[in-house]
């Protein structure tokens, strides 16, 4: 592979030393590009945009050269995991995903296999590869999934909910069932994970969405305990290089700390908690990543650039940052305030680092 030109991104995420700090976006290959909007329309949907590795090649490294990240993950989707599994998905325009046929008892769970990650998901793994190819060295590349938690919400609510009566109910009425399906979706996440890694993604990210809906206790029960099993299990080491482990769960800043206690490289901030305080609580062990609010990409470029320079002086000198939003960028954001807030993280944060 060619030598890695920019690797800003992997050495904040390991707090070694940065000339400045590193900025990448979750959802930063979406429709607020027309570009991804033109490439979604000749695949045909969603499902077939993830699936045809020339096409999701080309809406990854849309982002690096339209705005200008210091790093590219992988376009996909976190439900192509179940689907390996054996369960119908579909995504109905303006619905999101289904799972026609959700799971509802101990022998749903039962029969759903452990996917050798190579041969159901080998659309993935060609995708990757050819990223890597067409990347050229210019940025790192990340990989990803959903936590055994977010995983499993989809596959028992049938998509999403607002309340998660299912999910809820079973982990109250029928734990050992639940626990079963996470203990099953943990493992099949780490081996997805680790053939991405195999296969030249250069970083990790382990998507928790719906983690913040439980409360404290059941959060370390049904989600915490399996993504540290995830993290146990991964491939730590390659190419020479360590290979960065992010957590972020959506709502669960009141649990930095157990979060950071897992042995993942670097935690995810949404935008409800400072960066000062984040980096009080524990940016002494690990790397922190945010955490923007992503609505103030409405706002004008100046206003942006503002936040830009909170956010950095919160953080303050030293190392362990790599900017990002506090979750994806929305559809409707103009494409000049992505612009504007990649180049304001990038001129701003250089004082930081002197």
């Known amino acids: 592979m060619p030598e890695l030109k920019n690797d800003l991104f992997l050495r904040a995420c390991l707090r070694q030393d940065v000339e400045r700090t590193p900025v990448w976006m979750m959802r930063q290959a979406g429709r607020y590009l027309p570009e991804y909007r033109a490439t979604r329309q000749r695949a045909g949907g969603f499902l077939n945009l993830c699936k045809t590795p020339e096409l999701a090649c080309e809406v990854s490294i849309q982002p690096v050269e339209l705005v200008g990240v210091d790093a590219t993950i992988m376009f996909s989707d976190i439900l192509v995991v179940p689907e390996a599994m054996g369960m119908e ?4 325009t303006g619905e999101g995903p289904k799972f026609p046929q959700p799971i509802r008892t101990r022998a749903d769970v039962e ?3 452990v996917p050798d990650p190579e041969d159901g998901l080998g659309y993935v793994m060609a995708a990757i590869r050819l990223i890597r190819k067409e990347l050229a060295g210019r940025v790192p590349l990340i990989g990803f999934t959903g936590s055994p938690w977010t995983l499993a919400t989809y596959m028992i609510e049938g998509g999403g909910s607002k309340n998660y009566s299912k999910i809820k109910a079973m982990a109250f009425n029928e734990p050992e069932t639940l626990h079963l399906l996470l203990h099953k979706l943990a493992d099949a996440v780490a081996a997805y994970l680790n053939a991405q890694i195999a296969n030249g993604v250069q970083a990790v990210q382990i998507f928790d969405t719906w983690g913040g809906i439980l409360t404290t206790r059941d959060y370390r029960e049904f989600s915490l305990q399996y993504m540290q099993r995830i993290v146990e299990q991964l491939t730590r080491e390659h ?15 009141g ?3 157990e979060i950071a206690a897992t042995g993942c490289d670097v935690v995810g901030l949404d935008w409800t908690i400072d960066m000062d305080v984040a980096r009080r609580r524990i940016g002494d062990k690990v790397a922190l990543q945010g955490n923007m609010d992503p609505t103030m990409l409405y706002a004008n470029p100046d206003r942006i650039r503002a936040e830009v320079k909170d956010i950095l002086a919160r953080f303050g000198h030293g190392n362990g940052h790599v900017f990002n939003l506090g979750h994806g960028i929305t559809p409707d954001v103009p494409v000049e305030h992505a612009k504007a807030f990649i180049q304001s993280v990038k001129e701003e944060s250089v004082a930081y680092h002197s």
């Open 89 to 92: 998905l579909t995504f109905d």
């Open 111 to 113: 029969r759903l296999p």
């Open 239 to 253: 190419d020479g290089r360590r290979v960065p482990v992010i957590l972020y769960t959506k709502g669960g800043m």
């Open 255 to 257: 649990w930095l700390e």
